[in-house]
Structure formats: C-alpha cells, structure tokens
C-alpha cells in the first residue's frame, strides 16, 4: 500500500517536472503562427499538437512536401517542433528567395548533427557559416581561384583523364562480370579531387571493405546528417544530444580526416626545406590555415563532391540504360565525336546530346532534392507573405523538376527537351536548380561539369552494358533513397562487355 501510495504520488509530481517544458515549447510554437507585426505566415498544413508537422514529413520529405504545396501553394509553413520551415515549391517561389531576396536569405540554417561549435565553422566553413561573412568570401574566392577556375581545371585535367583511364582498365579487367557501377565512380572521383588538393590517389578500385571503405563512410556521414534530429525541431535539447547524433557525425569525421592527416604534416615538414607550389594544399599553407580549418574544408569538398558527381553519374547510367532510344543516340554521338581516341574535356563541347542526357537526369533526379537549407536573416515579405527572421528556406527542387506547368511529360526521360532549350544549370533559370543559384550556389559547379560527363563518354563509349544474367531492364528499380544528396535506394548492378 505505501508503495501504491508512493506510485500514485510521484504522478501527481509529473505536471512539475513537464510544465517548464511544455511552457517553452508553447511559447516558441506561438512565433510559427504570425510574425510580430501581425502578418501572416505562408498557409500550411494544420499542426500537431507540440509534435506541429513533423508527422507530416515521412520519411521522403522531398516527396510530402511536393504533395502537401499543390494542396496549399507555391509557398507554405510547418512548424517542425519549435522550429518554423517556409518551402518555395516553383520557379517564381525559387525566384524571390535565391534572386531577389538572396541577401535576406543568404543565412545558412545549420543542423545540430555537425560536430563543430558555431564558432568554428564560421572561421573554418564554405557550406555551413551562419552568413556569408568574410571568412567565407575568403574561402570561395580561394576555392574558386585554385579550385575551380578555367585555369586551374584546365591544369587538372591531365590527372582527370589519368584517373578515368585508370576506371576504364579496371572495368575492362571485369568484363562480363557484375560491377557496382557507383562505388567506382566514386573511387574515381574521390581521386580526381585528392589529385587536384594534395596531388594522392587515396582509393584503389579493387579495395573492398566490409563496412563500405570511404564511401561506406561518405554515405554514413549524409545519412547521419539527413536523420530526422530533436535537437533540430527543439534546440533547447541539443546539448543533450539525446539521438548521439552529434556523436555520432564526430566519430566519422575523425576517421575521415584520418586519411589526409598524415599527409598535411608531412607537408607542413617539407615545406621548411622547399617551396615548391604543388597543390591547394600549398595554397592553404601558404595562407597559414591551421590544421582544423584544413580539416573542415576538405570534410566538405570531398563529401559534397564525390556524392553529387557519383549519385549523378549513376542516375544517368540507370537512366540510358532505360531507354535504348536516348543510349542509341548518345553512343552515336559519342563514336563519331571520339573517333577512336580517348575522350578528353576537349570533345566536350562537341557533345549536345550527352549534355542533354545529364541535364535530364539533374531535372528528374536533382543531387539534393530539398536544397541545403537557407535562414532568413531579417523579417521580410515573399510572394505577400510574411517569413520570420531564423526561419528555415527551404527550395524545393524535386517538385520544381517535375512540375507538369513547367515540363511536358515531367516523369518522362526526354533529353530532347534541351536540345531546343537554353536553360542551365547556373543558377539564372529557375525552373532547373539542381545546383541552387545566387550567393550560395554550389561551389564546385565547374568541375562536376567537366567531370561528370567525361565519365559518362568514356563508360559508354568503351562498353556496352547489361543487367545481370536472368534480369529484365523492366525489373531495375529505380526507387530513390532520401538524404542530403539523393541515392538510387537499390545500387546499379551492370556487367560491361569491351566494344570492338
């Protein structure tokens, strides 16, 4: 009876513990429903009680979100526990956040899983600072001088070319068997960027590891970053970090930046008896970047990098593959542009129709399908509707890729669409954002460019493909997988044969 007693005692003590509580996540909620001048917010769907709209979300954001705008408009509100989300969902939405109020929203709404202090990453960060500060205007202009530039790509591409030749002799040295066509063009690409920041291959293409080797942990590390986080919907929590996310994402960054660790110390060593110029890597010594800020920028460049180009290169194979008509048509082009050399970014440009297949395939499958979340840095107006300082901005660029006003036939793959089109993927034409557009465009936008479509002549024009023994091209499933960047949920199994 005492113990009953005791029991029924400590229930009546759970509204003291669970009022401060609810009185926080109340008060911060009542900021989500109308700014302090009393305008209204973007309509939206009706919250849950203290949840708001997480239930909403599911576990294909990119998807709920397209379904819930054609209910509630080109531009709507959730409230994500405490925290308030305005999504622009078409081109004119896309417009006024990333063009006309690109200053307002040039704030970067940062997840709590990433390990580092806001501090740090505003000195250190080229994709998550708060704002575009001076640190960041540092880096860009360094990446995209040293980095990015027609000059320095054009210095790469010895080493590019080196490094696709390489991925041609290992899928020739597999022919007729299967090849997982992503985890090589990863290895490839990862390459291609160690090569152009500190001179290394660091992937063989044969390694295998039981847990993924580094693109295991890329992939571990986007989905740890795209997890569904409490400390992001109420961020009094995140000192608890009651997921270990945070943790998490620390202990994969550190086996990641164990890789070029050794190497900045050996160079920093090297460099009091030489001085030589080889690489960024010099560029960053020579501009006295400590060892953490290294760390920080390479985490990003390769993370960002190899998982954009791969799931790309990837869709686009999965794409051909199924529609012989589009693949007959690319090989033709390619064949008669190549001529029995070996692709180099020189043919590029000679080849229309390949660009047009990559277009189409960033159209229907864009690398972030949700782009990397803005924050507005002032209360401001859009579309007639008021956002909120801190809110979250989201883009939607799936559901603008796949918009029946804008596209005919959006679900088809038709690279002739662009045959005849002059939009791009730079950031001025916002019916196609595959790389976002204004002061936070993607960075290295110039060198996927290059890259991803000399990977892509190089394996068609030495290959023909097929599925594995028994299967039909009508069974490949072409289901997506949602996180930061946007995966094919079942990998591309092929087997190559060598064209004569």
């Known amino acids: 009876m005492a113990q009953f007693l005791e029991t029924k005692e400590s229930y009546f003590l759970l509204p003291v513990f669970f009022l401060p509580l ?23 769907p009706k919250p849950w009680p203290i949840l708001g709209n997480i239930p909403h979300i599911g576990l294909m954001p990119h998807v709920s979100l397209t379904n819930l705008a054609k209910i509630y408009g080109p531009l709507m509100s959730l409230k994500l526990g405490t925290q308030c989300m305005i999504v622009g969902s078409t081109p004119e939405a896309a417009a006024e956040i990333l063009k006309s109020k690109d ?22 960060s080229l994709g998550w600072t708060e704002d575009c500060n001076d640190n960041w205007k540092f ?20 080493s590019r070319e080196k490094s696709i030749t390489g991925l041609m002799n290992f899928v020739g040295s597999k022919e007729g068997e299967e090849v997982k066509v992503a985890e090589l063009v990863f290895a490839t690409v990862f390459n291609v960027l160690g090569n152009s920041m500190m001179s290394r291959d660091f992937i063989g293409l044969e390694e295998k590891n039981a847990d993924g080797g580094m693109k295991g942990l890329i992939r571990a590390l986007m989905e740890v970053a795209a997890a569904p986080n409490l400390s992001d919907f109420y961020p009094f929590l ?29 160079r920093r060593k090297g460099r009091n008896n030489s001085s030589i110029h080889q690489d960024f890597l010099d560029t960053l010594l ?3 970047f400590s060892n953490n800020r290294i760390n920080q920028l390479f985490m990003e460049l390769f993370s960002a990098g190899t998982d954009t180009t791969t799931s790309t290169v990837e ?37 229309p129709y390949l660009e047009a297949c990559i277009k189409e395939t960033l159209r229907l499958h864009p690398p972030a399908p949700l782009l990397l979340p803005h924050r507005a840095l002032d ?31 959006p679900l088809e793959f038709r690279p002739e669409r662009f045959l005849t089109s002059t939009l791009d993927f730079k950031g001025n034409d916002f019916e196609f954002l595959p790389f976002s ?63 004569k």
């Not at 000059?151 to 591409?157: G, M, N, P, R, V």
């Not at 995140?238 to 960054?253: E, F, H, N, T, Y």
Request: glycine residues 4%; proline residues 7%.
């Open 103 to 124: 200053r307002i929203f040039s704030g970067r709404y940062v997840p709590k899983a990433l390990p580092a202090t806001k501090e740090e990453l505003n000195h250190s």
């Open 437 to 499: 557009a204004g002061r936070r465009i993607c960075p290295g936008l110039p060198m996927a460019v290059k890259t991803v479509p000399l990977i892509l002549a190089s394996l068609i024009y030495f290959f023909d493909w097929s599925l594995p023994r028994g299967k039909d091209p009508k069974e490949l499933n072409m289901n997506e997988k949602f996180g930061v960047t946007m995966q094919m949920e079942h990998p591309l199994v092929l087997v190559p044969t060598a064209r």
């Open 286 to 288: 020579d501009n006295s």
């Open 315 to 351: 869709w686009t194979m999965a794409e051909l593959f199924l529609n012989p008509k589009a693949m007959k048509n690319v090989r033709q082009e390619i064949d008669t542009e190549i001529n029995k050399d070996f692709p180099k970014n020189s043919h590029l440009m000679q080849l």
């Open 379 to 409: 209360t401001c107006q859009v579309m007639n509707y008021t956002v909120p300082k801190n809110a979250q901005v989201v883009v939607n660029a799936w559901a603008i890729g796949r918009d029946p006003s804008i596209w005919d036939e």
């Open 139 to 158: 880096l860009r202009t360094l990446c995209r001088a040293e980095l990015f530039s027609n000059k320095a790509l054009e210095s790469q591409a010895g």
């Open 22 to 44: 609810l009185f926080i996540i109340i008060k911060n909620l009542k900021s989500c429903f109308v700014s302090k001048n009393g305008q209204k917010l973007p309509p939206g």
């Open 238 to 266: 995140s000192k608890l970090d009651l997921q270990g996310i945070r943790r998490k994402s620390a202990v994969l960054m550190e086996k990641m930046q164990a890789l070029w660790e050794p190497i900045i110390e050996e």
